[in-house]
Structures are given as C-alpha cells and as structure tokens.
C-alpha cells in the first residue's frame, strides 16, 4: 500500500517524471535512525499533551522499535512509491501498526521541522567521527615530531631555502591548523545543539507539544526561539561544510609538501609501499597518490561548500524545496572525509624521513645569511647596515662558489670590520636553531615544550 503523505486535495497521483525528479530516498535514507528517535520522541510528547493514551503510545513505540530493527537488518528499505526517508518511514510504521494508530504520529510535525531537526542530528554524530579521525591525523603527525627531535631542514617561504627549521617545527605546524578544525567543530557543536522539532512546518504547534521535552529526548540542549528559522534556516549546514573544506584545504597543503618531499630532487621522503601505488607500465614507480587524491578530493569538498551556498544564497522564508538541495554535498564531504583521512593518518605514521639529507641542505642556499645580519644586530650595528654586510657575503660567496662559513676571518673582515671572528657562533644550524628560542620559535627547546602543548590539546580536544 503506497502512503503518500499528502494527497487529500489531489485528483490523482502525482506524473512519474514529477515523482522521480521529487524523490530523496537515494540519498536520505542515511537519516532513518534518526527519524526514527524523533519519531519515539515525538510520539513521547504527544502521550505528555493527551493526544495519545498509554496503550496507543505503547503500540506506537513497539512499532517504532520493530520498524528500526527492520531498517537495521536491511529487511525495511524505501519503495519505489516513497517520496523520502520521512514518508518510507510513516508507511513502515503504519504497516506495522495500523493507521489508526500509525495515522496519529504526525500530529503536530511536518517534514520541514523532522528533516531540520534530522539533519542536525546526522551531523552532531559525524562532527564527532570526523573530528575523531582529523585528531589521529594530529596523532601522527605528533608521533613523527616527537622521533625526529633535533632533526634539521630546510624551512622555505616562496619555497625558495629561507632559513633552517626543526622538522618537528615544521611538523607541527601542520598540526596546529588540524587542532583549530577540531576546535570550530566543537564550537559548531555548541551552536548546533538546538532542535528544530515542534517548529511543524513553520509557525509552531498549537497542539501543547513539549519542543524542549523533545530536544532533551533526542539529546540538544535546547530548542529553536523561531520557528520559521529552526525550519529555514541551513547556516548550520554550511558552517559544517565550510569547516570540512578547510580540513581538507589544511591536509592538502602537508599532501602537497609529500609529494614534493617523495620526488628523487627532494629525496627528504620514502612511502610506505602500503601507502604507495605502482605504474600499469613503468616498473619502477612508486607513486603518491594518498597524497595526491587529499590534494584532488580538497577541490571538491570546496565545490561542496560552495554549491550549498549558492543554493541557499536568496532563498526566501521560510521552507523552500530548495533546501532538499542541501543534504548531497554535505553527505559527500563527510563521506569523502571519512574515507580520506585515515588513509592520510596512515600515510603521515609510515613515513620514512631521510634526515641525513634533509640536514646537509638545511644550511644550504645560504640560509644562515639572516643569521649574520641579526647577529651583527646584537652587535649593535644597525639592521639596515647588518642587511647590507650580509648580502655582501652572499655575494662574495657566491662569486666564489663557497659557503658562509667557508669565509675565513680575513674575508669576513674585508667585507666589514664589525664581521670579527665571533660571529661564527650562528653560522652553524645548530647555532641559528638555538638562537631562535622566543615562544613560538624552532629552538630545540621549545620545540619540545610546543610538542607537549600540542600533545595535550589533542588529548583534550
Ligand atoms: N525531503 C524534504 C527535504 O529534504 C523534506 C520534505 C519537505 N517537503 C515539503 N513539501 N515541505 O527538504
């Protein structure tokens, strides 16, 4: 028996081409556990106002509590004829229990507040997985900081040699980024945590339903002040969805620096083979392409994020059809994260790093040269002159094809008198590390101290 959830003022069925282009279920099937606890919550609520008595609420939570076992055995699932997860839902229960009783569920609800209200619910719950999976991400990139303490590189800006850094530095500061996305996913939470059920379609019930009884039975804190907004409004759709793209954003950038890292010129990286492909044709491949799909699957979570803004950019109040438009790039997001993050996690734990060479070139390209002008700043000579004298021993250098410390103390004297023989103190890695040891900087030191802070934020978090 197809049950259409409305139909009284119709003379006929809606055209097949209408009920395939109106149909949901492909994609919010996903939200029957859910509709179901509001549905026990909401029959609660109806019992509490009178509108149920005990046998018939007791009916009616059997009949729930059957229909969601079939929906996990997977022996309920949508009928062609069921428009989305809410009707499939109402027909199961109806099926189940009769429509005498099955027919006094919707009293006093509509889809628009259920699928609000739903919706919150689904993401409250993946909020937690993905923010979970973001912090083992975090976990191992910790894990590599905390190996390879001490361990010189490179540090770049406009990717040219800048100045040396810790690796664990440079480590963490791709972690720092992922404890702030764990951190607005909780502050998203707290704003999320408010329940559209009661709001009915969008002016409220006039039927003495508790909206705050429901909000507490499905667990929010609260419920809507609005209810034209907790049935219109999908910034908490969007706000999730932005903070999903900048996951992604954030790990393609670490993706990114991999796959430089992993190139035979960079050589600071060697895969896992268990988190590496091969080529169809040249055997010696090694490629990766973890890396590389967080890099692609970054475009399109921001291509997510900005197809819903798009659709609710101008949407007037209050429930539009619009808004069933809003579910597949968010589901896709989270799907995309969830399958995505622990193969990256897995790829960051597996890494092997060649420190030897990423030691040997920290010091090249003449990275120490910032070193000499600050150096001869604590001198007492002015920056502007300091900046000068250095640049002057790049050139000198690189005239001569050595390096920085390959000047010997008369040509450091030739280029300026302030250049006395002390100032090889910074021109070593180790010295240029050490001196940077304000908070915040790559001094071994607070290296250590920075990895215990992000330790513990990620335990907190
Ligand atoms: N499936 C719809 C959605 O996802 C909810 C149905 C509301 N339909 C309606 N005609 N008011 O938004």
Known sequence: TPVSLWGG?????????????????????????????????????????????????????????????????????PAESDEDVHTALERGLIVRVGPEVGGRIRAGRSRNDQVATLFRMYLREHAR????????VVEALLAQARTHLGVPMPGRTHLQHAQPVLLSHHLL???????RDVERLRDWDARTAVSPYGAGALAGS????DPEAVAADLGFATSVENSIDGTASRDFVAEFSFVCAMTAVDVSRLAEEVILWATKEFSFVTLDDSYSTGSSIMPQKKNPDVAELARGKAGRLVGDLA?????????????????????????????????????????VATLTFHTDRMAALAPQGFSLATD?????????????????????????????????????????????????????????VEGSLASRSAKGGTAPVRVAEQLERVAASATEA
């Open 9 to 77: 003022r119709f003379s006929g069925g809606p055209a097949d081409a209408l009920a395939a282009l109106s149909k949901s279920t492909h994609f919010d099937w996903r939200l029957a556990p859910h509709d179901l606890a509001g549905s026990r919550a909401h029959a609660r609520v109806l019992h509490a106002a009178g509108l149920l008595d005990d046998a018939t609420l007791a009916a009616m939570l059997d009949g729930l509590e059957r229909l969601r076992a079939d929906v996990e055995s997977g022996s309920f699932v």
């Open 129 to 136: 997985v993905v923010a979970g999976l973001v912090l083992d």
């Open 173 to 179: 500061a791709h972690a720092w980024p992922l404890l």
């Open 206 to 209: 006039s039927l003495g339903l």
């Open 307 to 347: 197809g819903l803004l798009t659709t609710l950019k101008a949407l007037p109040l209050a429930y539009n059809r619009d808004l069933q438009e809003d579910k597949e790039p968010v589901f896709d997001a989270v799907d995309t994260l969830e399958v995505l993050l622990p193969a990256f996690s897995g790829m």
């Open 372 to 428: 000499v002008a600050e150096w001869l700043v604590r001198e007492g000579v002015p920056f502007r002159v300091a900046h000068e004298v250095a640049g002057a021993c790049v050139r000198a250098c690189e005239e001569r094809g050595i390096e920085l410390w390959d000047l010997s103390d008369d040509d450091l004297r030739a280029v300026s008198p302030h250049l006395t023989p002390g100032v090889r103190e910074v021109l070593s």
